[in-house]
């Protein structure tokens, strides 16, 4: 009976060995992850979808009326339908230089063939500005015909930077329309044309 007994202690004891040393020895086994990290710089990015109507019959449209207004308008000239930027940004809109008539006073006459010239003017409305506030929005005058230049001229802009208050824009829609100054005495018979093309770009202050 006393043999029986010193068995079955021996048995448990052999067993409480075991449930003790078995967690410890289970922990020095456990594979751990220290994380995986996504990192980076987000670039600039802006997106705009534009409506360019077929403006070649702005000039052959020209008559008696346009002459005595001194000028002649192009509705939607560029209509800006869906604009999105991640960032404060500007639009900037740079003329070419005119195509003028053969006989066109290189003198006298307002408009230049280099562009040095403020017979092309531009003016942005109908704006949804993409944002609660500091959306999308004309710049400086451009809410009403000022010109532009062969340089550039910053007639859109939105979006914020600084400390807890950076943004962009979403959905923003604007039209850009054109005036053309016109003088009787040297805006002769004759085919003009001019370009306008528009920039995007980052604004960073």
């Known amino acids: 009976m006393r043999k029986r007994l010193s068995t079955i202690m021996a048995i448990v004891a052999a067993l409480g060995m075991l449930f003790i040393a078995g967690p410890v020895m289970a922990d020095e086994y456990v594979d751990t992850h220290d994380g995986t990290t996504i990192s980076g710089t987000v670039p600039f990015c802006a997106s705009w979808e534009l409506t360019e109507p077929d403006n070649t019959a702005a000039f052959p449209a020209v008559n008696i009326a346009a002459y005595d207004n001194n000028e002649i308008i ?32 290189a003198t006298d006459g307002a408009k230049k063939a ?3 010239d403020s017979d092309l003017l531009l003016m942005v409305d109908n704006v949804t500005a993409g944002y609660g506030s500091d959306g999308l929005a004309a710049l400086g005058g451009y809410g009403s015909y000022t010109a532009i230049t062969t340089v550039g001229s910053d007639i859109i802009g939105g979006g914020a930077v600084g400390a807890g208050a950076g943004h962009g824009v979403e959905g923003a829609v604007c039209d850009v329309n054109a005036k053309i100054l016109m003088d009787w005495p040297t805006d002769i018979v004759g085919a003009y044309s001019v370009t306008t093309t528009l920039t995007i770009s980052e604004v960073t202050e």
């Open 114 to 116: 280099d562009g040095s």
């Open 74 to 105: 192009v509705a939607d000239l560029i209509q800006i339908t869906d604009f999105d930027s991640n960032t404060k940004f500007k639009i900037t809109a740079e003329k070419s230089g005119w195509t003028l008539p053969t006989n066109y006073h």
